[in-house]
């Protein structure tokens, strides 16, 4: 097989580094280019040690790639530089970008929850939101994809096939979630030092996450009318995976069958049996998203559950995923390895 030229625009954060440790054993994706900023001129095995048995190009500016020689890059950079770098590269290079610039379709509300203007409103305009189960055949023709973020992407699956069949209040959203520190990326940061973070558990951007957004958008899509979910993240004192705890008024037993219908051709999502709730454990370093119903002891209401690896089915994998529809590949290439345990 003939094996695509790939470029990792950032690829010295961890989603850049899951790209790469993903792609090393992928059938029909080769590494042609890796960038960094403050980084280029090093190697991969410098940055990142776990991965210095791998051939890797050196890093280098995004100024320094010849992009005649790249089928696809991923953009893992920064939110709010994407933006300028995507609209500077060749109109026929496809695109998978992991950053929050073009994920929102209004650029009214992008600029409500990210604080500017947009800078590149021609290429939001053609963006094709990443959520693959759900824009699947919008991706195989997309030139850009903008993948989710991830903890919206953790809401989602449980949540929009059930308003799109009408079977919850679209006004009794309730989202408890629960995020490792990886998710909020490489940089130095005094929360995320390990003595502020380990042996405690808190609450973040309380009704002012920028994820909201997404599930502003999605789920008032799904449902047809506009929806507005309460939402509350929490950092969890672990490097990797997402559980969201989700509270709705409906039947469990209804619930559950729509979810397991709607997935059980979906090689990803993993429905789990009425009652029982998934770990983060039992999806770590893996593309599987877990879904569980519960019923409430209140009747009429039900516990929604789903996890996933922020760092691979919330971002990296999920990039491959649509780049594997956007190459032609098959979908699951490269990413059926099976969760990492203990």
Known sequence: MTKHKIGILGASGYTGAELVRLIATHPGMQIAALTADRKAGSSMAEVFPHLRHLDLPRLVTIGEVDFTEIDLVFCALPHATTQQVVSA??????????????????????????????????????????LTEFYRDDIRSARLVAGTGCNAATGQYPIVPLLEAGLIEPDQIIIDLATGVSGAGRSAKEGMLHSEVSEGFHAYNVARHRHMAEFDQEFSKAAGRAVVCSFTAHLLPANRGILATIYVKGDAGAIHGALARRYAGERFIRMLPLGESPHTRHVRGSNFCDLGVASDRRAGRTILFSALDNLVKGASGQAIQNANLMLGLDESAGLMAPPLFP
């Not at 060749?90 to 994920?103: E, G, M, N, Q, T």
């Open 89 to 130: 590269l060749p109109r026929d290079l496809k695109i998978v970008d992991l950053s929050a610039d073009f994920r929102l379709r209004d650029p009214a509300v992008y600029a409500q929850w990210y604080g500017h203007e947009h800078f590149a409103l021609d290429m939001q305009t053609e963006a094709v939101y990443g």
